[in-house]
């Protein structure tokens, strides 16, 4: 995969920029980053706080020749390349199922995979957002944020950030598309991940709300959840949130 960088200096979406390029018939590698979104977003249309280089703001387009059932991966792959990138800078991160990065429980990252239907074949646009400083924290989640700043004790650019994460992107993707790598990179988020077995969790899911012991991932990466009756519920998608028991 070969890389190429579009700067700006504010966008709406580095994501919705990224399909549009993806549609256009941009090649995988292509990645989009700005200093300052109008309208970041995260998963179910929330809102990404973006404001000017207080965050990385980066989106890349892939082109995956697997089959379709392997697409929920690449969630797990960027996280894994997220929280190897954040350990180098000295950050010791925690993987929440399925696109949030944490530290002590706080969020330092999210990543957000959409399809895209081009002319030449289907994409997948993966944006990630990492805070660089907590300049830019609001009162409302103060408490439940962190960032580079807080937990490495430095500042960080985004240049800098993009260039570390580019790398362990193009590695972890190139295992993901070989067909024994899809079982590493599963083994792989197990071991940056405390909420792959044993965690208390509630999940809240488009029309129910379980609540369990998380038991590992299936093959495709959905989460096995362990109820109160020792039935195993598989969940493709959901919101994860931790149980604290007295």
Same mark, same amino acid.
């Given at each position: 995969?070969?890389?190429?960088?579009l700067?700006?200096?504010?966008?709406?979406?580095t994501?919705?920029?990224?399909? %549009?390029? *993806?549609?256009?018939? *941009?090649?995988?590698?292509?990645?989009?980053? *700005?200093r300052?979104?109008?309208a970041?977003?995260?998963?179910?249309?929330?809102?990404?706080?973006?404001?000017?280089?207080? !965050?990385?703001y980066?989106?890349?387009? +892939?082109?995956?020749?697997?089959d379709?059932?392997?697409?929920p991966?690449?969630?797990?792959?960027t996280?894994?390349?997220?929280?190897d990138? +954040?350990q180098?800078?000295?950050?010791?991160?925690?993987?929440?199922?399925?696109?949030?990065? +944490?530290?002590?429980? %706080? %969020?330092?990252? !999210?990543?957000?995979?959409?399809t895209?239907?081009?002319?030449?074949?289907l994409?997948?646009?993966?944006g990630?957002?990492?805070n660089l400083t907590?300049?830019n924290?609001?009162?409302?989640?103060?408490?439940?944020?962190?960032?580079?700043?807080?937990e490495?004790?430095?500042?960080i650019?985004?240049?800098?950030? *993009?260039?570390? +994460?580019?790398r362990?992107?193009?590695?972890?993707?190139?295992?993901? =598309?070989?067909?024994?790598?899809?079982?590493?990179?599963?083994?792989d988020?197990?071991?940056? =991940?405390?909420y792959?077995?044993?965690?208390?969790?509630?999940?809240t899911l488009?029309?129910?709300?379980?609540?369990?012991?998380?038991?590992?991932?299936?093959?495709?990466?959905?989460?096995?959840? %362990?109820?109160?009756?020792g039935?195993?519920k598989?969940?493709?998608?959901?919101?994860?949130?931790?149980?604290r028991?007295?």
């Open positions: 995969m070969n890389i190429q960088i700067r700006f200096d504010t966008i709406d979406s994501n919705t920029e990224a399909a %549009k390029q *993806a549609r256009q018939g *941009a090649d995988e590698g292509l990645c989009v980053i *700005a300052q979104q109008s970041g977003r995260g998963r179910h249309g929330r809102t990404w706080i973006s404001e000017k280089d207080f !965050g990385l980066f989106s890349i387009v +892939l082109r995956p020749e697997f379709a059932r392997h697409l991966l690449i969630t797990l792959m996280g894994v390349a997220v929280s990138t +954040l180098e800078l000295g950050v010791k991160p925690d993987i929440k199922w399925v696109n949030d990065i +944490l530290v002590n429980e %706080k %969020k330092i990252s !999210g990543i957000l995979a959409e895209v239907e081009t002319p030449t074949g994409a997948v646009v993966v990630i957002g990492i907590p300049g924290f609001t009162n409302e989640i103060v408490e439940t944020t962190t960032s580079i700043e807080n490495a004790g430095k500042k650019s985004s240049d800098e950030i *993009a260039e570390i +994460l580019t362990y992107l193009i590695y972890f993707y190139d295992l993901l =598309s070989q067909e024994e790598g899809r079982v590493g990179i599963l083994r988020w197990q071991k940056r =991940s405390s792959f077995s044993g965690k208390s969790v509630r999940v488009t029309d129910n709300v379980i609540e369990g012991i998380t038991d590992g991932l299936e093959g495709n990466g959905a989460l096995r959840v %362990k109820t109160a009756d039935s195993v598989i969940v493709q998608a959901g919101d994860v949130t931790r149980l028991r007295n």
